[in-house]
Structures are given as C-alpha cells and as structure tokens.
C-alpha cells in the first residue's frame, strides 16, 4: 500500500504545513503503509493554458514535471495534500497541479483511491483551504476520509496538539483503503459523477475523444 504525500509550502524544511503532512504519513506509516513525501516547490508545473489537448488526445503540450507528478499519484492508494493558507486558498504551485488535472477529472481517473488534506494558517480559515483541497478530491473520484486545518499563528502550541490528530487522520486513511471503514455516501455520489461524465463526453465524441475512448476501454459506454 503506497501513501503519497504533496506539500505546497515555500518554507522547505522550516514549513509547518510540511510538519503536519509528516504527522499525517507517519501515521499511515505506522499501519504499514508505504509513504512518500513530495516538495512541490522542487518541482515545474507550468499553467495550464485551456487547450483541450488533453480532452481529445490524453496528453498534454506542455514540457514539464505534470506528468511524472501524476503519474506517481495514480500509482499510489493514498493521496495528503497539504498547503498552507494563502488568502484562503492553496499557494500557486498547488493551484497550478490542480487546473492541469481537467483530464483526470473528466476521466474521474483516481476513482477507488482515498485521500485527505491538511493546512496551516497564520490566523484563521485553514479550515476553508483543507475543504477546497478535498473538493478537488473528490472531483477527482477519490474518497475523502478527513482532512485537520490548524491556526499555527495564533495558537503557537497548537502545531504540536495537531500531531496526535494529524497522525490519527495518516491511520484512518490506511484503515480506509484496507476496506475497514466504509463510505456509502461517497460511493453513491462517486457512481453519479461518473455517469455524468460518461454522459457528457458522449454527447461531444469528437471534442472529447480521449475521453470517450476511456470510458469505453472501461466498459462504462458500449
């Protein structure tokens, strides 16, 4: 079992985000899972430029670090994003990854594989920042087990009160992907995602011909 962890923060090892991730893994690590651990800020993703190559061929123009990136996330089961809070959002690398996942979102490509998110925050709402992370979960297929957003500034000990909770949340997810918890209400949602999508890429084949060739290499349209 691999559980794959990306950290937006321009802090490095100084990041407290970084510090919450690591609680996350570690705990996952203790249920005995594989971890991974990536700075996405040693990385280039360049913008996504609203092409729609990537709708008609699968691939996408841009010469860049995306797709080893990803690649690594859809060989992992497991997936903790972690930024902090830039005015209420993800910080621009983070950001960046995420608007080149079109594709993946059409396809619901991370379907079957779990995930959560963490944030930090000088003052408040890193609560807000951990829900737009796993909305982009979730639009991806993936299944959300929880997510911890800690206000680090305000509170300088509540860093250390989140490791417990951070790494029960790593534990969790590990117990999530062995099948021990379940999420009926995700499931559900999940299924009528996907027949959206097999819906919408049908009715425009040419537009979203990769697309629409995944969907019937998967057995969803005949």
Known sequence: MKILGINASPRGNESKTLQLVKAVIKGAESEGAEVELIDLYKLQIEYCTGCGACYATGECPQIDDFEELFDRVRNSDG???????????????????????????????????????????GGGKADVVVEYMNSVLTNLGVTVVGGLGVAVGMYP??????????????????????????????DEMHRQTTEYFCQLVRSDKERFAHDYDWYVRKGLIK
């Open 79 to 121: 997936i903790v994003f972690g930024a902090p809070n830039y005015i209420n959002s993800v910080p621009a690398p983070m950001k960046a990854f995420f608007d080149r996942l079109s594709d993946a979102i059409h396809c619901q490509m991370l379907t079957g594989k779990f995930g959560c998110s963490v944030s930090t925050a």
């Open 157 to 186: 000990s509540a860093l250390d009160q989140a490791a417990g909770p951070a790494e029960e949340l790593g534990k969790k997810l590990v117990k999530s992907i062995r099948g021990e918890i379940k999420y009926p209400d995700q």
